[in-house]
């Protein structure tokens, strides 16, 4: 967006194109951060019910236990989930993980 002249006019990052402001927490049937986890994120996804430590999860998929906690927290937020057994719970609910 610019201004009229000609420089950049600031624009809340929610008002971005592909971006939404904070919303109310969606339904199980509705919920939109399930069907954008990415490939990455559906990686440590079939762990995170064992009692594996990120850095357990790591090096069975041979990456670093960084790069899991990384994957873990993006997870935890698209599935509106604070922590490790919420996002499990909210994931078998959404049929992301058998029960």
Do not use: N, V
């Amino acid at each position: 967006m610019t201004c009229s002249d000609g420089g950049l006019a600031w624009e809340p990052w929610s008002a971005r194109p592909g971006r939404s402001g904070p919303s109310s927490p969606a339904s199980a049937d509705q919920h939109p951060g399930a069907s954008t986890l990415t490939a990455a994120e559906l990686r440590p996804l079939p762990l995170l019910p064992t009692h594996l430590t990120f850095p357990e999860i790591g090096a069975e998929l041979f990456l670093s236990p960084h790069t899991i906690k990384s994957e873990a927290k993006s997870i935890y937020r698209k599935l509106d989930a604070s922590t490790r057994s919420q996002a499990i719970t909210r994931a078998r609910e959404l049929g992301l993980l058998e029960s």
